[in-house]
Nanobody
C-alpha cells in the first residue's frame, strides 16, 4: 500500500531555506518520485522529479531547489534555498508507478517578510 506524508513546510522570509520531507511507504527503487506545488487559484505544477539517476526541475526553481531520495529509508527530500514569495504554495509529494499517480496531502510553504 502506498502512502505519502509530507512535512517540513512553514513560514520563511525571502532568501531563506526550507527542507521538505516525504515519507513514502510502499515506495520502490524504480518509482519516479516528485514534488509538485499549487498556489491558490493556480493549477498544480511540477517542481522537480527524480527517477534512477535522472532529475528534472522546473525552470523557476533550477539552481535553488534540489530533489533527492533515500531508497533505504523510503524518503524523498526537497531542499529549497533562496526562497521567493512566488514559491508560496502547498507542496505535494508524488509517486509515479508506471503511470499510476499517488499524492500526499501536502505541506504549506509560505515565503513572506
Amino acid at each position: 500500500q502506498i502512502q505519502l506524508v509530507e512535512s517540513g513546510g512553514g513560514l520563511v522570509q525571502p532568501g531563506g531555506s526550507l527542507k521538505l520531507t516525504c515519507a513514502a511507504s510502499g515506495m520502490q527503487d524504480y518509482d519516479e518520485m516528485g514534488w509538485f506545488r499549487q498556489a491558490p487559484g493556480n493549477k498544480r505544477e511540477l517542481v522537480a522529479t527524480t527517477s534512477g539517476d535522472r532529475t528534472n526541475y522546473a525552470d523557476s526553481v533550477k539552481g535553488r531547489f534540489i530533489i533527492s531520495r533515500d531508497n533505504a529509508k523510503n524518503t524523498v527530500y526537497l531542499q529549497m534555498t533562496s526562497l521567493k514569495p512566488e514559491d508560496t504554495a502547498r507542496y505535494y509529494c508524488r509517486l509515479n508507478r508506471w503511470g499510476s499517480l499517488y499524492y500526499g496531502q501536502g505541506t504549506q510553504v509560505t515565503v513572506s517578510s
